[in-house]
């Protein structure tokens, strides 16, 4: 009996402390809505307008842009090699973290720091036709460019960074990692051999028109300095998308040093070497990515740690000085 006075007491007393609580006004929170993974819209649901047309022109462009602005194109010849947009933004620019388009539209114009100037989407699309394709510049009031940068739009005319994920790359923890080319060659001839072959020229069509596989190195490959060639930016792409159709953003096949490794392999100009371009950029030093393989660098640091790092010191040295500026 004395047992439940004292805990229905207890329970009054208990009842009371959260009655008393109820009544202070509850901090606003935020609602924190999970992300989703964008799909990018589809093609058959475009209307046949002119601007459908237009799209739909661009999407065809991007996944066969050596048939129609090749070497042998027909539209145009701009390219210097047999690449295609899709072999590296995968699925035409539309796969989650496959380097796609979802939030490309929105951001540019942006502050380049190659150039160290702002460039428009039109811009960026030369950039890309000039580095990986070794080519001559669309001209900017093409009817391949100005489809091409209408696809782009359309495949992200959804994607809000507030509620969709998936954009671009997935980052990969380098931390104090250090890519090994070295280690790299065994990653490469258990995962990739296969398809893009052990001299990393890949695999040509029947027509040699295209690749079923495309080249990782040597002459027909990206130029030093696209961003592909870049070892942390690679081993993000290569980690959560190789091999091709076997890898996926939530189903990745290599561990981040192993990505780092192959990347570091597949980059190293020591021993592969790919296409130079006349000039390198950057002409503002300070902007240089901390993963860029050529000096001068505003750091002490050589070229061998920017390009296969580990680059957390580099990364620090640049946040110091920025603190140091806001002193
Ligand atoms: C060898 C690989 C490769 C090829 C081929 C290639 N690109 Fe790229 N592209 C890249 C990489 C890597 C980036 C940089 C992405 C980043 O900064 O995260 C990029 C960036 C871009 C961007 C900027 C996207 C953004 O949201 O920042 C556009 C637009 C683009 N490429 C268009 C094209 C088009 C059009 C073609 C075909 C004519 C093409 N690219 C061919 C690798 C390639
Ligand atoms: C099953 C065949 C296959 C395997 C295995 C494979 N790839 Fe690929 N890879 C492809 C194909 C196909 C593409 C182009 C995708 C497209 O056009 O849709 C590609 C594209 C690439 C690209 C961008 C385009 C270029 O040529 O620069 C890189 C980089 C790459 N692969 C690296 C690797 C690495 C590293 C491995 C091993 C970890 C690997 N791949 C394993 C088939 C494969």
């Not at 001559?136 to 100005?146: G, Q, T, V």
């Not at 890519?179 to 995962?191: D, N």
Request: net charge positive; with cysteine.
């Amino acid at each position: 009996m004395k047992h439940i006075i004292i805990s229905t007491g207890l329970m009054y007393f208990l009842f009371a402390c959260s009655t008393a609580e109820k009544k202070v006004e509850p901090l606003p929170q935020k609602e924190v809505k999970a992300l989703k993974v964008y799909q990018a819209p589809d093609t058959n649901e475009l209307k046949d307008d002119e601007w459908g047309q237009m799209v739909r022109y661009g999407a065809r462009i991007v996944r066969y842009s050596t048939y129609y602005i090749g070497p042998d194109g027909v539209a145009s010849k701009n390219l210097r090699n047999k690449m295609t947009c899709t072999n590296c933004h995968l699925d035409a620019g539309t796969r989650p973290y496959g380097l796609n388009f979802f939030d490309s539209h929105r951001t540019y114009p942006q502050y380049r720091s190659r150039e160290d100037a702002i460039l428009t989407m039109s811009d960026r699309v030369n950039n890309c036709i000039t580095r990986p394709h070794a080519g001559k510049p669309l001209a900017l009031d093409s009817k391949e460019m100005i489809a091409i940068v209408s696809y782009i739009k359309w495949v992200g005319e959804k994607y809000n960074p507030e509620q969709h994920e998936g954009y671009g790359l997935k980052k990969i923890n380098y931390d104090s990692l250090r890519a090994s080319s070295e280690k790299g060659a065994v990653v490469y001839s258990i995962h990739c051999q296969s398809c893009h072959m052990a001299d990393g020229g890949g695999l040509w069509n029947p027509q040699k028109t295209g690749y079923v596989n495309p080249p990782l190195w040597g002459p027909m490959s990206y130029q030093e300095g696209s961003s592909m060639h870049r070892v942390i930016k690679a081993a993000e792409f290569i980690k959560f998308n190789m091999p091709n159709l076997i890898a996926k953003y939530n189903q990745p096949a290599l561990s981040d040093q192993e990505a780092l490794d192959v990347a570091a392999f597949i980059n190293d100009g020591r021993i592969h070497p790919r296409p130079v371009p006349k000039f390198h950029n950057y002409p503002n030093i300070n902007t240089k990515p901390v993963d860029y393989f050529k000096g001068p660098y505003l750091d002490p640091y050589s070229e061998d740690q920017h390009a296969f790092g580990p680059w957390y010191e580099i990364e620090k040295f640049y946040a110091e000085l920025k603190k140091e500026k806001k002193k």
